[in-house]
């Protein structure tokens, strides 16, 4: 398994309260993401990163913030939960996206599971 | 309209059989064809990957390209009860340069029955 831990793993919040979820690579990869699953929708990118402190928004990353201060650990912080931010989350890394000549190579962790009550 | 179409199933097939699942999608500018898979309560894992049209095998598993029509396809032969997990498409236009969108559909979930 490639080296991804999210955590914590399983988290049950309160409406309005930060939560601060931490991905943590051995990989040394460069690009890190953030996506929520949910039901009926594809992963969906919130923020992603492709270097330290080199941070961009997705596709869904109202009421979502990141931070990279170092290579292996991402973090992905909700400012003041809401319940629509019930939700897996999966942080994925690769060395490069995948483009012309290159292969993706995209690994991902093995979620965290947020409810917000 | 989705950008990307996946029927959710759930598919559900007899040990041995062959299973074919399949993508649509509407962004001609897609050239970089993923499938994922992810068993219950894990991470997506990286299946398969095709540039452009045509086919690719790896064991058991094939994946098909077809632009002109944009649908994309994997098929499992002799499957398995531990090929049940749901079946992730993803695709991408790509980029010579940085990250460029990875759209996802939304999965099928597919059961062996032993």
């Known amino acids: 398994d490639a080296g991804i831990t999210q955590s914590p793993r399983h988290k049950v919040t309160e409406t309005g309260t930060p939560v601060t979820l931490r991905c943590h690579q051995t990989?040394?990869?460069?690009?890190m993401y953030w996506y929520r699953q949910d039901p009926g929708h594809g992963l969906r990118l919130i923020h992603y990163?492709?270097?330290?402190?080199?941070?961009d928004k997705g596709e869904v990353s109202d009421g979502y913030s990141v931070s990279r201060s170092k290579t292996e650990d991402f973090l992905l912080t909700l400012e003041s939960a809401t319940s629509s931010q019930t939700s897996v989350y999966f942080c994925?890394?690769?060395?490069?996206?995948?483009?012309?000549?290159?292969?993706?190579?995209?690994?991902f962790g093995q979620g965290t599971r947020l409810t917000v009550v | 309209q989705k950008e990307v179409e996946q029927d959710p199933g759930p598919l559900s097939v007899p040990e041995g059989a062959i299973v074919s699942l399949n993508c649509t999608y509407s962004?001609?500018?897609?050239?970089?064809f993923m499938w994922y898979r992810q068993y219950s309560r894990k991470g997506p894992e990286l299946l398969m990957y095709?540039?452009?049209?045509g086919n690719k095998e790896d064991g058991r598993f094939t994946a098909q390209v077809d632009k002109s029509s944009k649908y994309i396809s994997l098929f499992i032969r002799d499957s398995q009860p531990s090929d049940s997990a749901t079946y992730l498409c993803?695709?991408?236009?790509?980029?010579?340069?940085?990250?460029?969108?990875?759209?996802f559909g939304i999965g099928t979930k597919l059961q062996v029955i032993p």
């Open positions: 990163s492709y270097g330290v402190k080199d941070t």
């Open positions: 962004n001609s500018a897609f050239q970089y």
């Open positions: 993803a695709m991408s236009a790509g980029n010579s340069g940085g990250y460029q969108k990875v759209t």
């Open positions: 095709t540039y452009s049209s």
């Open positions: 990989e040394n990869h460069r690009y």
């Open positions: 994925a890394t690769e060395n490069m996206p995948v483009g012309p000549g290159r292969n993706t190579e995209a690994f």
